[in-house]
């Protein structure tokens, strides 16, 4: 089945800082998604993103099908950006949703 | 706008009793639902998924069984559980296979 790979997978930095996390997968994929898991469990949705660029205010997302891989990038860190960052994606004519194993981000004030 | 339910929050059973975890959604009618489990550490395993009322695929073979009596529905059970049954269990729904998948809160089950 695919592999879906994240590095890092431990990271801390202190507020302000920015970040890159990565995740890496071995196939085609038809839907890419990052989720940020909050102290409390709740996979919080961030980005659909499949392939291209999108922003959502200090988080940004890019995804390079043709090189598959995703890049999810946090500016300017704040403490409530901690947490559990996770990759997914899906293969075409699939049902499962594969998960990376995270990235674990502890923002420290 | 649509939403996805889950309770109970947090389940603490004993070993052997039976389980019922509900999960549904409000505000769209026949969507893909999906049962997840996150064990200790992070990843997520996909348990079963169903596209429809009475259809349900089981991703691995264990204790559990899963059932979707109405469109939209979808419950965990199992007969007796297990130690090792213990996790963070979570429901999703999306419009279809090929779209976003959206996560109810979970249920952190502690099997004792």
């Known amino acids: 089945g695919i592999q879906v790979e994240q590095s890092p997978p431990d990271l801390i930095l202190q507020e302000g800082a920015n970040s890159t996390l990565r995740c890496n997968f071995s196939?085609?994929?038809?839907?890419l998604q990052w989720f940020h898991q909050n102290p409390w469990g709740q996979l919080i949705n961030l980005f659909y993103?499949?392939?291209g660029t999108k922003q959502n205010g200090r988080l940004s997302a890019t995804t390079v099908a043709t090189e598959r891989y995703s890049l999810l990038y946090i500016s300017s860190s704040q403490t409530t950006d901690s947490g559990v960052y996770f990759c997914?994606?899906?293969?075409?004519?699939?049902?499962?949703?594969?998960f990376g194993q995270g990235t674990r981000l502890t923002i420290n004030p | 706008s649509q939403t996805i339910h889950q309770w109970p929050a947090t389940l603490v059973q004993p070993v052997g009793s039976p389980l019922s975890l509900e999960c549904t959604v409000e505000?769209?009618?026949?969507?893909?639902l999906y049962w997840y489990r996150q064990a200790a550490g992070r990843g997520l395993q996909l348990l079963f998924y169903?596209?429809?009322?009475?259809?349900i695929s089981s991703e691995v073979p264990q204790n559990l069984s899963a059932s979707r009596p109405q469109d939209r529905q979808f419950i965990l059970s199992s007969k007796k559980l297990l130690l090792s049954d213990s996790g963070f269990y979570l429901c999703?729904?999306?419009?279809?296979?090929?779209?976003?998948?959206?996560f109810g809160s979970g249920t952190r089950l502690t099997v004792v």
């Open positions: 993103i499949p392939s």
């Open positions: 169903s596209v429809g009322i009475g259809q």
């Open positions: 196939d085609s994929v038809n839907n």
């Open positions: 997914a994606v899906r293969i075409q004519g699939a049902q499962k949703l594969v």
């Open positions: 999703a729904w999306s419009v279809s296979a090929g779209y976003g998948y959206t």
């Open positions: 505000g769209t009618s026949n969507p893909n």
